[in-house]
DNA sequence: GTCTATACGATGATAGAC
DNA sequence: GTCTATCATCGTATAGAC
């Protein structure tokens, strides 16, 4: 019984998050009001504190959601039996990227530079991908180039470093990206 | 006359913006009231009022005046008779980030995802010391690599986009350290 | 859990003396 | 140009009915 009811209560998480980061990727973070994100989620006010202690949390756990949903897309992009090279590896994860959630993510950015607890959020989320990428390149190195995995693992890291930073600029340069949808101001 | 007043003029501009970064470093753009801009700065509301039309506008200005000065600093450490190559000019770029003003700077990329002006300003920026960088590295690979110049030109292209990848995601790293100045909240 | 209505605090901005 | 004092607005968060 406690199964249906948290599954439910999953999906109206779900639904709120969603619902801001279109809010987000609009006004940004503190632009956007509660009222916004009811207007926008279909819910009321009481509802989304029902689910949220404050303002500040929700922010958190949408960040949370939208990092993890990203590290997970592009960590399908890395395995496989015939691992990208680098080339191909950061041509697919810049194709992957969606601009509303480019927005949002560099927003986090911002946001993480002064809230300790969405710094840790983003530093992981860093670095999570930043394993991934360099598993992929390792496992290029040593599948299709050839080399040996003592050696791969060497030189994997600072590849991962550099497609990393490449992709990093990436995102910030489509996040930059002037936004279609008119910034009602 | 009007000289003389309007360099004071500009020196109160500076005095503002310069206690503005601070106080955006610490608490990020939109939860640093005007009145602790005041108290960094030791001015009063009606006189920041009297020198910039809105909290926007002072936000504007600032960025505007952290990122030329920026901009600056790193164009200084790529001329010279013996330009440095891509390695030695990231470093020496990496070497001069300052922590608050690369909070700042991140602060001010999640800022102009929602505003254009900003946006404005932060592309502008990135184009200008991409510039630089691309100069540089023509310069290096003519005088020290000893490239035909046109060749160089093609080159370092490429060269400087992966330089300037590389150098924001260090700003970005240097964003996200732990700030030492502790956050009163 | 979800709604409506509301209290309360914070802060951007102005007025007017000096 | 600079100050102090004040206003008005807006938005978070809560209370209480359903």
Redesign the interface.
Known sequence: MPRLTEARKELRRAQITEAAVRCF???????TSIADITAESGLSTGSIYAHYRNKAELIQATARATLVERAETLGRYADGDHPPGPDELLARMTAAIDPVAA?FG???????????VI?GI??DMIDGVRAVVRDCVTAWLVKVEGRDPAEAGERAAPIAH?V???Y??EL?QA??R??TEE?TS
């Open positions: 990727g609009r006004r940004g973070l503190e632009r927005r560099v927003q986090i950015w911002g946001e993480a530079t002064t809230d300790p710094g983003v530093v550099r990393m930073a490449l990093l600029a910030l996040a930059l002037p936004n910034t």
